[in-house]
């Protein structure tokens, strides 16, 4: 009998597909990728076009033998992994390291493609393989190599002009990009004041709310009242008039639709599960990758939604067909349409040829999978699921109702909405961004009303409202806009994110990014010295070139010549011309109080503080946002002490991670301390039983406990510890946790044990 082998990337799916092709394929896997770049200078070489170093990646090598000695006895080979370059590449390397080893030989090489694993598509990929894509491979690899040069080019030169260990990316640093300037948009608003004036109203038993738009004949705009003494004249007018009744003038009804939303695609499970279920972009993708690669629902490895990379929302006919299907007889045939929805991609560059992101069978429905998944993936499968189906069922039909009542010189509006048919709302609502209140108001519901009848007015009253500012991006709304800008592709999105995580360029607060000092020093060398290249468009346009490539339409050399030859010359000017304090040091419009000379806002080992110009001469510092006074009055907080070490003054200073109590004489000395004392619990450690447990704050600002003894006890805990012993394992204290699901609950510390109890106690009765 024939042997063949099919080299996939993960064991997961290698498992799942072994069972679909029976005992004449030998199914293994490469455990991701099998080369990479030598990681130093010259891995890529711009003299000999491009060419590209490659070594085995150490920890895959064993998977690497294995494959290989299995192809030595084989009769072919097929290379299997995901549909797309990166896998593409991966057959590629998996191939050159076979031919290397002299296993190939004249036995047939063929890559099979699948965005779904399931029989049928197995089968059909075996049955109909191609050759490995150069087009692709080569896409994938100048991709590589512009990554790597931008790499080794940039990060030596941000050691040596700012600090060492630093690193910057091609498609990172226009993201870190958007983040400062959204900081730097908050930072320079000046927030306006104006007040809204709204009538309370009954009628039938029922209150709502209108808020007024017309006032002596003059629209009233949303800032037309800019402060309270004006606010205050027009609602007691305006009581006088109304005479505790308002006349209903005039009712507008209409009639609209709305329409589901697209099937996923990357970025948009990727914003959807971010915003429905909290989701980091790295963790959806993750969750999703199990999904695609096969999981065990009873009768063996199968997988459950489609190939998680795709920018396509495409849907497949028999998919199409199947989904119609399951609406008319889980719904009623009303619910779906006279024809399949089609739904067409936003970007130019869409590969159509693929499937958006969709249940492999929309017949298994969520309910039925909950023994089998893991709480995360029953959520993202919910979510894949209920948005694919509601795609195909029919639109929803909205009734809105806009009605004005009078109270002679004024106009109040009252809006609602009343939900004729729901259509796909039954299944599914797309969730959204930084949704305002106000926007709420549309689908309030009224009481009928009808023109010339006279309604109760309970009360006229004002609200006074501030202006905000741009809010911080989420994760969501940060991969909608590296998607708008076109800075990078859907499956970068993830790593674009982790990357700036990791490097400390960014910070996650509230679920929001803000940038730290260093990344807001690192985007200010960037887009001042290399502006071209972090300039959203610009990255627009490399990518579209990587696109040109993968279809065939250029030739990555000359693509990464155009490139490379103005970068290095730029890379080459940058360093003999700009000095390290050009790029740490920023002056401001003020003179130190002490010397004289000009101040500037520095960056030093804590964070961003302003100092004076001739440092080390002279040694005066104070926190960024602080002025003169202030700065003095903090010094005057702490002059009572003298720092233990050196004997010098104390002060009060702003670091990266807060307010903290340090030296006078730094750098010379490094005396620091909280500036707030750690509050005690008064909870014995249960660990040492010396200590007691303090409540602390995280480099990040979250807050935790630990022992008072720390470093000699290291015993610490993120949930607040109360003074009462587990009725389960006996542990000498319990936590405190609060969940949006479950609310307050005691829950035992310890690992294995898994008390939990309401808190306060539910009443036994």
Same mark, same amino acid.
């Given at each position: 009998?024939?042997q063949?082998?099919?080299?996939?990337?993960?064991?997961?799916?290698?498992?799942?597909?072994?069972?679909?092709?029976?005992?004449?394929?030998?199914?293994?896997?490469?455990?991701?990728?099998?080369?990479?770049?030598?990681?130093?200078?010259g891995?890529?070489?711009?003299?000999?076009?491009?060419?590209?170093?490659?070594?085995?990646?150490?920890?895959?090598?064993?998977y690497?033998?294995?494959?290989?000695?299995?192809?030595?006895?084989?009769?072919?080979?097929?290379?299997? $992994?995901?549909?797309?370059?990166?896998?593409?590449?991966?057959?590629?390397?998996?191939?050159?390291?076979?031919?290397?080893?002299?296993?190939?030989?004249?036995?047939?090489?063929?890559?099979?493609?699948?965005?779904?694993?399931?029989?049928?598509?197995?089968?059909?990929?075996?049955?109909h393989?191609?050759?490995?894509?150069?087009?692709?491979?080569?896409?994938?690899?100048?991709?590589?190599?512009?990554?790597?040069?931008?790499?080794?080019?940039l990060?030596?030169?941000?050691?040596?002009?700012?600090?060492?260990?630093?690193?910057?990316?091609?498609?990172?640093?226009?993201?870190?990009?958007?983040?400062?300037?959204?900081e730097?948009?908050?930072?320079?608003?000046?927030?306006?004041?104006?007040?809204?004036?709204?009538?309370?109203?009954?009628?039938?038993?029922?209150?709502?709310?209108?808020?007024?738009?017309?006032?002596?004949?003059?629209?009233?705009?949303?800032?037309?009242?800019?402060?309270?003494?004006?606010s205050?004249?027009?609602? %007691?007018?305006?009581?006088?008039?109304?005479?505790?009744?308002?006349?209903?003038?005039?009712v507008?009804? #209409?009639?609209?639709?709305?329409?589901?939303?697209?099937?996923?695609?990357?970025?948009?499970?990727?914003?959807?599960?971010?915003?429905?279920?909290g989701?980091?972009?790295?963790?959806?993708?993750?969750?999703?990758?199990?999904?695609?690669?096969?999981?065990?629902?009873?009768?063996?490895?199968?997988?459950?939604?489609?190939?998680?990379?795709?920018?396509s929302?495409?849907?497949?006919?028999?998919?199409?067909?199947?989904?119609?299907?399951?609406?008319?007889?889980?719904?009623?045939?009303?619910?779906?349409?006279?024809?399949?929805?089609?739904?067409?991609?936003?970007?130019?560059?869409?590969?159509?040829?693929?499937?958006?992101?969709?249940?492999?069978?929309?017949?298994?429905?969520p309910?039925?999978?909950?023994?089998?998944?893991?709480?995360?993936?029953?959520?993202?499968?919910?979510?894949?699921?209920?948005?694919?189906?509601?795609?195909?069922?029919?639109?929803?039909?909205?009734?809105?109702?806009?009605?004005?009542?009078?109270?002679?010189?004024?106009?109040?509006?009252?809006?609602?909405?009343?939900?004729?048919?729901?259509?796909?709302?039954?299944?599914?609502q797309?969730?959204?961004?930084?949704?305002?209140?106000?926007?709420?108001?549309?689908?309030?519901?009224?009481p009928?009303?009808?023109?010339?009848?006279?309604?109760?007015?309970?009360?006229?009253?004002?609200?006074?409202?501030?202006?905000?500012?741009?809010?911080?991006?989420?994760?969501?709304?940060?991969?909608?806009?590296?998607?708008?800008?076109?800075?990078?592709?859907?499956?970068?999105?993830?790593?674009?994110?982790?990357?700036?995580?990791?490097?400390?360029?960014?910070?996650?607060?509230?679920?929001?990014?803000?940038?730290?000092?260093?990344?807001?020093?690192?985007? #200010?060398?960037?887009?001042?010295?290399?502006?071209?290249?972090?300039?959203?468009?610009?990255? %627009?346009?490399?990518?579209?070139?990587?696109?040109?490539?993968?279809?065939?339409d250029?030739?990555?050399?000359?693509?990464?010549?155009?490139f490379?030859? $103005?970068?290095?010359?730029?890379?080459?000017?940058?360093?003999?011309?700009?000095?390290?304090?050009?790029?740490?040091?920023?002056?401001?419009?003020?003179?130190?109080?002490?010397?004289?000379?000009?101040?500037v806002i520095?960056?030093?080992?804590?964070?961003r503080?302003?100092?004076?110009?001739?440092?080390?001469?002279?040694?005066?510092?104070?926190?960024?946002?602080?002025?003169?006074?202030?700065s003095?009055?903090?010094?005057?907080?702490?002059?009572?002490?003298?720092?233990?070490?050196c004997?010098?003054?104390?002060?009060?200073?702003?670091?990266?991670?807060?307010?903290?109590?340090?030296?006078?004489?730094?750098?010379?000395?490094?005396?620091?301390?909280?500036?707030?004392?750690?509050?005690?619990?008064?909870?014995?450690?249960?660990?040492?039983?010396?200590?007691?447990?303090?409540?602390?704050?995280?480099?990040?600002?979250?807050?935790?406990?630990?022992?008072?003894?720390?470093?000699?006890?290291k015993? %610490?805990?993120?949930?607040?510890?109360?003074?009462?012993?587990?009725?389960?394992?006996k542990?000498?204290?319990?936590?405190i946790?609060?969940?949006?699901?479950?609310?307050?609950?005691?829950?035992?510390?310890?690992?294995?044990?898994?008390?939990?109890?309401?808190?306060?106690?539910?009443?036994?009765?």
């Open positions: 009998m024939s063949f082998v099919v080299v996939v990337e993960s064991p997961a799916k290698a498992k799942t597909i072994e069972k679909y092709l029976g005992k004449q394929f030998k199914v293994m896997a490469s455990y991701g990728h099998v080369r990479d770049l030598v990681p130093k200078e891995a890529v070489d711009p003299e000999h076009d491009f060419a590209m170093k490659y070594q085995t990646i150490e920890r895959n090598k064993k690497v033998d294995a494959i290989a000695k299995a192809v030595k006895n084989s009769d072919g080979i097929y290379l299997a $992994p995901d549909p797309d370059r990166e896998g593409e590449a991966i057959a590629w390397h998996i191939l050159e390291l076979l031919e290397q080893r002299g296993v190939v030989g004249d036995k047939p090489v063929s890559r099979v493609v699948f965005h779904e694993i399931t029989k049928a598509a197995i089968k059909n990929a075996v049955e393989p191609r050759q490995i894509s150069l087009d692709l491979v080569n896409a994938q690899q100048a991709r590589r190599a512009l990554d790597y040069l931008v790499g080794f080019s990060s030596p030169l941000l050691w040596r002009k700012i600090r060492p260990g630093l690193s910057a990316g091609r498609v990172q640093s226009p993201a870190l990009r958007m983040i400062v300037e959204r730097e948009e908050i930072e320079k608003f000046i927030s306006r004041e104006y007040w809204s004036i709204h009538a309370h109203l009954t009628e039938q038993e029922q209150k709502f709310s209108a808020h007024l738009i017309e006032y002596q004949g003059q629209k009233i705009e949303q800032f037309s009242v800019t402060d309270q003494e004006r205050a004249t027009i609602t %007691a007018d305006l009581k006088k008039l109304a005479q505790g009744q308002l006349q209903v003038t005039k507008t009804k #209409k009639a609209r639709k709305r329409y589901p939303a697209a099937p996923f695609i990357t970025s948009t499970l990727q914003q959807e599960a971010a915003r429905k279920l989701f980091t972009a790295q963790r959806t993708m993750q969750v999703a990758q199990q999904l695609y690669e096969g999981i065990d629902v009873g009768d063996g490895g199968v997988g459950l939604i489609t190939y998680m990379r795709t920018d929302v495409t849907l497949a006919q028999e998919a199409v067909n199947e989904i119609r299907e399951y609406i008319s007889q889980r719904y009623g045939q009303d619910q779906v349409p006279d024809a399949p929805r089609i739904y067409k991609s936003k970007s130019k560059n869409a590969q159509e040829a693929h499937e958006a992101i969709r249940p492999t069978s929309v017949m298994r429905e309910e039925q999978l909950q023994a089998n998944l893991s709480t995360e993936q029953l959520k993202l499968y919910t979510l894949i699921w209920k948005r694919t189906v509601a795609c195909q069922m029919i639109e929803a039909t909205i009734d809105t109702v806009a009605v004005d009542l009078s109270a002679k010189e004024g106009v109040f509006r009252a809006n609602g909405s009343m939900i004729v048919n729901a259509g796909f709302i039954n299944v599914y797309e969730g959204l961004d930084d949704k305002k209140k106000e926007e709420d108001e549309a689908h309030k519901m009224l009928p009303l009808k023109e010339n009848q006279w309604v109760t007015l309970l009360e006229i009253a004002g609200e006074q409202h501030f202006t905000e500012p741009p809010p911080r991006y989420t994760e969501a709304t940060l991969v909608k806009g590296l998607e708008e800008r076109d800075i990078g592709r859907p499956s970068t999105y993830a790593s674009i994110i982790a990357t700036l995580k990791n490097r400390e360029y960014v910070i996650l607060e509230s679920k929001r990014f803000s940038p730290t000092d260093v990344g807001r020093v690192v985007n #200010k060398f960037l887009t001042q010295y290399f502006t071209q290249y972090v300039d959203y468009d610009f990255t %627009a346009r490399l990518e579209d070139e990587l696109d040109d490539i993968a279809r065939g250029k030739i990555w050399v000359p693509v990464l010549r155009a490379w030859q $103005p970068f290095k010359s730029l890379i080459d000017e940058t360093q003999q011309t700009v000095k390290r304090s050009d790029v740490t040091q920023e002056k401001i419009e003020e003179n130190c109080p002490d010397c004289g000379n000009q101040l520095r960056l030093g080992k804590r964070g503080f302003i100092g004076c110009s001739h440092f080390p001469e002279c040694k005066y510092t104070r926190n960024v946002g602080e002025d003169k006074e202030s003095a009055d903090d010094s005057q907080i702490v002059a009572e002490r003298k720092c233990p070490q004997s010098n003054d104390l002060l009060i200073k702003q670091g990266p991670y807060g307010k903290f109590i340090g030296c006078s004489h730094y750098p010379e000395c490094h005396f620091l301390e909280p500036l707030e004392k750690p509050k005690d619990t008064d909870v014995t450690c249960p660990d040492c039983h010396q200590g007691s447990i303090l409540q602390r704050k995280s480099r990040r600002g979250k807050i935790f406990f630990s022992c008072s003894l720390y470093p000699k006890c015993y %610490a805990l993120w949930n607040e510890p109360i003074n009462e012993a587990c009725p389960n394992c542990w000498p204290i319990l936590t946790k609060t969940t949006k699901r479950k609310g307050r609950e005691k829950i035992c510390p310890q690992q294995n044990c898994g008390y939990t109890k309401p808190f306060p106690e539910e009443d036994d009765d």
